[in-house]
Structures are given as C-alpha cells and as structure tokens.
C-alpha cells in the first residue's frame, strides 16, 4: 500500500545533540512538508520542498535543516540551535505540490530532549 | 495572508447527540477549505474539503461541513456522534497558487456515553 512512513515513532535524544527524523512515500508525490505540533498551538510549517533538490523555509524553520535529494524522501535534521526541540513531527505529501491537493500524513515522530 | 480560527479548543458531547465544530478564516481572495481528524499519536486524515461548487460538503465517517462566504466560516457538523469520533480536529486553508496549508489550532470533540 502507498503511503508515508516517518521513523522512529519515538525518539530521545540529549540536549545539545542534532537529530535527524526519516519521512518516506511511495506516492509518487512531488511535494514534501515537515510540520511540528505542539499542545493547543495546532500544526506549524517547518520546510516544505514542491521538487527534488529544492526547498523553502516555512514559518520556524530556525533550528531546523532538510534535504530533498531523491524525490521519495525529505529528511529533517533538529539542530542543537533549536531552542525547544521537544515536539511532535508530522511529515506529509501532496501530489503536486498545490495546497488544493491536501495533504497526505505520516503517523508523526514524538521528539523528546532530555 | 490567511488565517483559520477554530473557536473552540474543546468539545464535550453525549453519544448520539449532534456536533458542530467551528472554523473561521480570514482571506481577501478565493480559499480552499479542508477538516482533518486526529486520533492519538496518529497523523491527519482528511474528512472532507471545499474546493468551489456546492457549499455543502460531505464527508467520511457522516461528517459534513458547510462553506458560507459572507460568514467566511466552514463549521464542521455531524448529526449523531459516537465514542469512536473522540479526537482533535483541524480546520485548514489555502489559496489558489500557493502550495501550503494554514492550520487553526485544532478542537478536542470528547464524546461521552
């Protein structure tokens, strides 16, 4: 079945340490979006990529670096500059790159910094 | 720019009562209206969305929702909720042209016996 696999569920890491969480589809999709979710704030646009090798921050993207060299995957890399990394990480897809599309979601990535 | 507005932060409802959960945006032009249902530690799923066409939208799982432009509001409703339906649901926008969603910050529906 296609769909978006973000690994691990669950992740732990140090303050201090940069973590990098996976995002993969198999949809065929030519765009890519990392949103972060926190309690009663809803979803925030990290970076977005609409092709491979390109992308474009979106409204926090400080802390926060991505790449998008295959056009199946779009890692997120959690830098040590990240003030409050502590969240949950929603990766999704649309088809093409048109918000009129939607989105196809991932089962998210719960980042805990200890 | 665009905005959503999910007036409620928290719904409580008895099962098999009827639900209305509210959604305001705010846009200058045309915009493109979507709910999306979380359950626990999942993703989003889409329930339905307004692209143009008739104002009345329905949706998976006996939702629908209701496009008013002079209100510019997109209220979700379901007639008869059961325990299954407790979740986070999330009202979102977008325009013409551009390639993201905007999200309001979700409402909790809790659905009682």
């Known amino acids: 079945d296609g769909g978006i696999t973000q690994s691990p569920k669950y992740l732990f890491r140090k303050e201090g340490q940069n973590v990098t969480l996976s995002c993969e589809q198999n949809l065929n999709h030519d765009a890519m979006y990392w949103y972060r979710q926190d309690p009663g704030q809803g979803l925030r646009l990290i970076y977005y990529s609409q092709i491979v090798n390109d992308f474009q921050k979106g409204d926090i993207a400080e802390g926060y670096s991505v790449s998008r060299e295959k056009k199946e995957s779009f890692p997120l890399t959690v830098t040590s500059a990240q003030k409050n990394p502590t969240a949950f990480y929603l990766c999704?897809?649309?088809?093409?790159?048109?918000?009129?599309?939607?989105?196809?979601f991932g089962s998210g990535t719960r980042l805990t910094v200890v | 720019a665009q905005s959503v507005t999910q007036l409620d932060s928290q719904v409580p409802v008895f099962e098999e009562a009827p639900v209305e959960l509210r959604c305001n945006y705010s846009?200058?032009?045309?915009?493109?209206l979507f709910w999306y249902v979380q359950y626990p530690n999942q993703g989003l799923q889409l329930l339905l969305k307004?692209?143009?066409?008739?104002?009345l939208v329905k949706g998976i799982n006996g939702f629908e929702a209701e496009f008013n432009k002079s209100q510019t509001s997109f209220h979700l409703r379901k007639p008869s909720v059961h325990i299954s339906d407790t979740a986070e649901y999330f009202c979102a926008v977008t325009r013409s042209g551009y390639s993201t969603l905007t999200f309001g910050k979700g409402t909790m529906l809790l659905v009682s016996p």
């Open positions: 307004y692209l143009s066409g008739s104002t």
């Open positions: 846009s200058s032009v045309s915009v493109y």
């Open positions: 999704a897809s649309s088809i093409r790159g048109q918000g009129a599309d939607g989105y196809t």
